[in-house]
């Protein structure tokens, strides 16, 4: 089942950001289908990778974790591709619980790591 064009936020920890990149670039095509939305430095490194449109927000730890969220609540973000890293404390920790808390909560498409987000860009 296709949903069409979907509103896609893509944000990844520090540690996960080349990992991020690398997938777009393999997903390129099938990216460029869709409304691409990032925080300010996944969002920037996306754009040099894959060459795609990405509308740029703050940089998570700046508030732009906070965007997304409220795209969320707003009912503007249909996937959130998140690749977070379990191992790093992360200084804005309260930011990215209440992110994931937000996309559970508004039954938004929510993918943590490569094998989720292959499978999300499967069914879009």
Same mark, same amino acid.
């Given at each position: 089942m296709e949903i069409g064009m979907a509103r896609i936020g893509l944000v990844a920890?520090?540690?996960?950001?080349?990992?991020?990149?690398?997938?777009?670039?393999r997903h390129r095509h099938k990216l460029s289908e869709h409304e691409l939305w990032g925080?300010?430095?996944?969002?920037?490194?996306v754009i040099a990778a894959t060459g795609?449109?990405? #509308?740029l927000l703050k940089s998570g730890p700046l508030g732009g974790d906070q965007q997304l969220g409220a795209m969320i609540a707003e009912g503007? !973000?249909?996937? !959130?591709?998140?690749?977070?890293?379990?191992?790093?404390?992360?200084?804005?920790?309260?930011?990215?619980?209440?992110? #994931?808390? !937000?996309?559970? !909560?508004?039954?938004?498409?929510? +993918?943590?790591?490569?094998?989720? +987000?292959?499978?999300?860009? +499967?069914y879009l």
């Open positions: 920890h520090d540690d996960k950001k080349d990992e991020l990149c690398a997938w777009a670039e925080t300010g430095t996944t969002g920037s490194r795609l449109p990405v #509308t503007r !973000l249909d996937v !959130l591709i998140f690749f977070i890293d379990p191992l790093s404390a992360q200084p804005h920790d309260v930011d990215v619980k209440a992110l #994931t808390r !937000l996309a559970t !909560l508004y039954d938004v498409m929510c +993918a943590n790591n490569e094998a989720t +987000a292959n499978a999300v860009l +499967a």
